[in-house]
């Protein structure tokens, strides 16, 4: 009954009034995927940038633990005693941990890149899809 009336409504009015509502759902919904868009960039944005900052602190610990390797190949060279062996140890595991982040940053940067909306594309060409669909009715 709802739906018969509210039919009967839409045969009444006229072209002008019919356009007029097509143009403001269509600028609603260039601003809908517009914001989508928007929010889609901020999150892969946020993404680069972690990894970014994980991709240079495993620069700054790889730094670090070159500044220990050498001390323990100059331990190793003046004297032969143990405490290079310590210092070795210490290089060893420092790169390694450099060598961890440096994969979890690459993987963050992977995950935030291209740079596309990705979803807000996919969901324009589906509105465009039901807009045609609905003129070919």
Same mark, same amino acid.
């Given at each position: /009954?709802?739906?018969?009336?509210?039919?009967?409504?839409?045969?009444?009015?006229?072209?002008? *009034?019919?356009?007029?509502? %097509?143009?403001?759902?269509?600028?609603?919904?260039?601003?809908? *995927?517009?914001?989508?868009?928007?929010?889609? /960039?901020? =999150?892969? @944005?946020? $993404?680069? &940038? +972690?990894?970014?900052?994980?991709?240079? =602190?495993? &620069?700054? #610990?790889? !730094?670090?633990?070159?500044?220990?390797? #050498?001390?323990?190949?100059? %331990?190793?060279?003046?004297?032969? !005693?143990?405490?290079?062996? =310590?210092? %070795?140890?210490? @290089?060893?595991?420092?790169?390694?941990?450099? @060598? &961890? +982040?440096?994969?979890? @940053?690459?993987?963050?940067?992977?995950? &935030?890149?291209?740079?596309?909306? $990705?979803?807000? #594309? *996919?969901?324009? $060409?589906?509105? #465009?899809?039901?807009?045609? *669909?609905? /003129?070919?009715?």
């Amino acid at each position: /009954m709802v739906y018969d009336d509210r039919r009967e409504a839409l045969r009444q009015r006229s072209v002008a *009034e019919l356009v007029n509502d %097509l143009s403001a759902q269509t600028s609603r919904l260039v601003r809908n *995927e517009l914001w989508l868009a928007r929010a889609e /960039m901020q =999150a892969k @944005g946020k $993404r680069f &940038g +972690l990894g970014a900052g994980m991709a240079g =602190a495993a &620069g700054v #610990i790889a !730094l670090f633990a070159t500044g220990v390797l #050498i001390a323990a190949a100059v %331990l190793a060279l003046a004297l032969v !005693l143990p405490a290079w062996a =310590a210092a %070795l140890v210490v @290089g060893v595991a420092l790169l390694l941990f450099a @060598g &961890g +982040l440096a994969l979890l @940053g690459r993987g963050q940067v992977r995950r &935030g890149s291209p740079p596309v909306p $990705r979803e807000a #594309i *996919e969901s324009v $060409r589906s509105d #465009i899809a039901a807009v045609r *669909e609905k /003129m070919r009715q």
